[in-house]
């Protein structure tokens, strides 16, 4: 079975803000992949279905970014799941270009509460991960203020696709593995080691 995570705020406030990026991305593989659910269990929303044959289980935590390694951690308890081969998350990335995707099989949090708190509760940093680059903040920006902030402008509609193709991405992996994935969708040159 495949846990594909997608991190985000739960509240209508945050579904258009660049830390939504996993959230919106876990919506359209749902959509594409007529995923069953949702239901809220382990303090996420929760839905189950099969890619490729495969038992697949869709989860966005209801935690808030910075507590959703609680709801990881229940979830890959409970089904019994090796996060480092069987778990993808997918979250947003302030040093990609917004717009491009990163996939890695492993790596620390860099500055990314929502998988620093999914590190702390799994005890390791090796599970697969899919970075929805949004963008850098701009100079004499809060970080805070920009990933809580609604995307606008070209923004949006570069991170609107980027989303759909992560969405193909995740699919891919569970078919064709991460390797392959890696090759046809990792996008963008990374600009620090995260």
Not at 2 to 31: C, M, S, W
Not at 41 to 48: D, E, L, P, V
Not at 51 to 80: H, I, Q, W
Not at 122 to 135: A, E, H, P
Request: charged share 25%; with cysteine.
């Amino acid at each position: 079975m495949y846990v594909i995570v997608g991190l985000g705020n739960p509240g209508r406030e945050y579904a258009e803000t660049r830390h939504n990026a996993g959230f919106r991305t876990v919506d359209a593989f749902i959509e594409e992949h007529h995923i069953d659910g949702p239901q809220v269990k382990f303090r996420a929303m929760i839905g189950k279905g099969t890619v490729g044959g495969e038992k697949v289980l869709c989860v966005k935590p209801l935690t808030y970014m910075n507590l959703s390694g609680e709801a990881v951690r229940a979830v890959c308890d409970f089904y019994k799941v090796d996060p480092t081969k069987e778990l993808i998350v997918i979250c947003d990335d302030i040093a990609i270009p917004a717009g491009h995707l990163r996939i890695r099989k492993k790596g620390s949090a860099g500055s990314h509460n929502g998988l620093e708190n999914i590190i702390l509760h799994l005890g390791t940093q090796d599970f697969i991960r899919i970075r929805v680059g949004v963008g850098d903040k701009p100079e004499g920006w809060d970080l805070a203020d920009h990933v809580l902030a609604k995307i606008t402008g070209p923004d949006k509609t570069a991170i609107e696709e980027a989303e759909k193709t992560a969405a193909k991405a995740a699919a891919s992996i569970i078919t064709d593995g991460v390797d392959k994935a890696m090759n046809r969708y990792n996008t963008a040159k990374e600009r620090r080691n995260v």
